[in-house]
């Protein structure tokens, strides 16, 4: 047995010179023998990966919008509900854009009317930062143009706040008495600036406004005493009434979306939908399971469509379907994200209005208790909370808190208003 090298042709004769050009060498029998390949001349081009196009129309980011911010858990757009405490308690600062929110509401209250009108002033305020910008829209399905004079206004703070703002006002105008306080202020000034540099005349607010400085416009606070001055125009809201079949609804809502991102596609749709499958807004025909489901199945799937523009907001009464029963049940799996006002009972009412008598401010009207979260409880978290927060409505703003029992208070009903003397006997 012999070796030979490699690339000598087997049967004698010389090594084939190596190079594009050189021939190729035959095996005994006629068989090309194995060598480097060659490179062909051919016009046919190679095949390959087909390089994708650049986009002549720039992408224009969500996160532009001052209505937008990110999530602080997952990243992803998020806007505000209009109510800061209902956006803490969903732990993204907001409502995730794409997704909807199903407030549903036990006893003959209607404190799910003060979140829907809030979360629509929230959008008519957003169109009101720049002139001749509009960063929202706001549909509202089943009800008549009627229902926005009732949106509530912007929260101006306290009376003691407000008439030291006037104040000051009027101070800053051009006028005798005020030239006259000029001098006076001038000795002040090495006052304040001691008082500045130590950090003596910084309030509480302060902080949070530090805070919130990058996203100034994202969350405003609402008067529910006050009404929205001036009052939504055409442009900042769309009613859509509602028709027969699902599919005209759909269309009308589809078509109105398409129109409004067709002049900014950076918009932030806000579809509300109050009081809904309530037989004063809804006649019978539409409270059939036939066309609730494939109602709220076609709302998802504008949702997926127009998942970084179109939130929705939902509210439900439980007095006429109960968590109970099987609409309720399959509701709060379509929707997204589901919280539960509870009012108290009269007896719990009674309990807090006793505790907190000199204290009115403190007085809570129920529980807020959290069914479901955004993008959270999809993806399996047990974010189930119940009556661990409580909301209060009142004269100025609506409220969520941490709920505690409150502890009646009997210590003074042992003193004496003078000696601070008892007669009672405390011998051991």
């Not at 009317?113 to 549909?139: E, K, M, W």
């Not at 009376?159 to 202020?185: C, D, F, L, M, W």
């Not at 799937?301 to 998942?307: A, I, K, T, W, Y």
């Not at 379509?334 to 401010?361: G, R, V």
């Amino acid at each position: 047995m012999s070796f030979r090298k490699r690339g000598e042709v087997l049967g004698g004769g010389s090594t084939p010179q190596r190079g594009p050009q050189a021939a190729v060498p035959l095996r005994q029998g006629g068989i090309p023998a194995r060598g480097p390949p060659v490179a062909t001349t051919s016009s046919t081009p190679r095949r390959g990966p087909i390089a994708k196009q650049a986009s002549s129309t720039p992408e224009v980011s969500i996160l532009g919008n001052p209505a937008v911010r990110p999530s602080l858990i997952t990243s992803s757009p998020t806007t505000s509900t209009g109510s800061s405490d209902l956006d803490k308690i969903l732990l993204h600062q907001g409502l995730p854009l794409g997704h909807s929110l199903l407030v549903e509401e036990s006893g003959t209250t209607d404190f799910a009317s003060v979140l829907l009108r809030a979360f629509a002033s929230q959008g008519v305020i957003h169109n009101r930062i720049a002139p001749n910008q509009l960063n929202s829209h706001i549909i509202v399905l089943g009800l008549s143009p009627l229902w926005s004079n009732d949106l509530p206004g912007l929260y101006k703070g306290s009376s003691k706040e407000q008439k030291k703002a006037k104040i000051a006002q009027n101070e800053s105008k051009v006028s005798v008495s005020n030239i006259a306080r000029g001098s006076n202020a001038a000795r002040s000034d090495s006052k304040m600036k001691i008082a500045w540099r130590y950090g003596l005349n910084k309030k509480e607010g302060d902080k949070e406004n530090e805070v919130g400085g990058t996203y100034e416009h994202y969350n405003n606070q609402f008067d529910i005493t006050q009404k929205l001055q001036p009052g939504p125009n055409p442009q900042d809201i769309t009613y859509v009434p509602l028709s027969k079949t699902v599919a005209s609804i759909i269309n009308q809502l589809s078509s109105v979306i398409k129109s409004q991102l067709k002049s900014d596609p950076s918009k932030v749709i806000r579809l509300v939908i109050p009081g809904f499958l309530n037989p004063s807004i809804y006649a019978p025909s539409y409270t059939a399971s036939t066309f609730v489901f494939p109602l709220v199945h076609s709302l998802r799937s504008l949702l997926r469509e127009f998942e970084n523009n179109l939130v929705i907001v939902c509210s439900l009464p439980l007095d006429l379907y109960p968590r109970d029963s099987s609409l309720t049940a399959i509701l709060e799996i379509l929707f997204d994200s589901a919280i539960h006002l509870q009012p108290f009972n009269q007896e719990m009412s009674q309990l807090i209005e006793k505790a907190y008598k000199n204290e009115p401010s403190k007085i809570q009207q129920g529980l807020v208790n959290i069914i479901k979260l955004p993008v959270l409880s999809e993806r399996g978290l047990m974010m189930i909370h119940d009556g661990e927060f409580a909301f209060k409505n009142g004269r100025k703003k609506f409220e969520i808190e941490e709920w505690g029992i409150p502890v009646e208070d009997d210590s003074k009903e042992n003193e004496t208003p003078e000696g601070g003397k008892t007669s009672k006997n405390i011998d051991f």
